[in-house]
T-cell receptor, first 109, second 111 residues
Framework: GIQVEQSPPDLILQEGANSTLRCNFS?????LQWFHQNPWGQLINLFY???GTKQNGRLSATTVATERYSLLYISSSQTTDSGVYFC???????????FGGGTRLMVKP | SQTIHQWPATLVQPVGSPLSLECTVE??????LYWYRQAAGRGLQLLFY??????ISSEVPQNLSASRPQDRQFILSSKKLLLSDSGFYLC??????????FGPGTRLLVL
């Protein structure tokens, strides 16, 4: 099956700093999503981005499908950005998302 | 608008007891439904998915089973819980070809 690797596994930032999270995948995909899991466990959709670039406020994401990676940018980080960030991909014609191991982010005030 | 509910929110059960977790979706019809398990705060593992009533696909062999008795209801069950069944169980639905949405989850602790 497809392998999805996220880096870094853990990240500590000072409030106001910027960061880049990376997601590498081992095969061609037709669906890629970024999620944020808050400290209460809720998984929140950030982006559906199988290719190209999207922006939503302080967050943006870029997927380069031909090179099999996606990046999530967080600018001017806030303490509420803390949590775990997952990327998930779907490949072939399957119905399933395969998740990466996540990046655990802690933003300190 | 569509919403997804999971019940209960938390559950503490003894080893060997049965389990039934419920997931319901509102505001849509014939969704794809999914059960995931998350252990230790990261790494979601797909357990089951369903594309329609009575249609269940299992991703990993385990102590759990799933059923879809109604179009917008997805049930996760076990006849006898194991310690290793502890975790955070998430239900998700997908309205079409794109985004998958998650419910609030059920925290299960098996003692």
């Amino acid at each position: 099956g497809i392998q999805v690797e996220q880096s870094p596994p853990d990240l500590i930032l000072q409030e106001g700093a910027n960061s880049t999270l990376r997601c590498n995948f081992s095969d061609s995909v037709n669906n890629l999503q970024w999620f944020h899991q808050n400290p209460w466990g809720q998984l929140i959709n950030l982006f559906y981005i199988p290719s190209g670039t999207k922006q939503n406020g302080r967050l943006s994401a870029t997927t380069v499908a031909t090179e099999r990676y996606s990046l999530l940018y967080i600018s001017s980080s806030q303490t509420t950005d803390s949590g775990v960030y997952f990327c998930a991909v779907r490949y072939n014609a399957g119905n399933m998302l395969t998740f990466g191991g996540g990046t655990r982010l802690m933003v300190k005030p | 608008s569509q919403t997804i509910h999971q019940w209960p929110a938390t559950l503490v059960q003894p080893v060997g007891s049965p389990l039934s977790l419920e997931c319901t979706v509102e505001g849509t019809s014939n969704p794809n439904l999914y059960w995931y398990r998350q252990a230790a705060g990261r790494g979601l593992q797909l357990l089951f998915y369903s594309v329609g009533i009575g249609q269940i696909s299992s991703e990993v062999p385990q102590n759990l089973s799933a059923s879809r008795p109604q179009d917008r209801q997805f049930i996760l069950s076990s006849k006898k819980l194991l310690l290793s069944d502890s975790g955070f169980y998430l239900c998700a639905w997908k309205p079409g070809e794109e985004t998958q949405y998650f419910g609030p989850g059920t925290r299960l602790l098996v003692l």
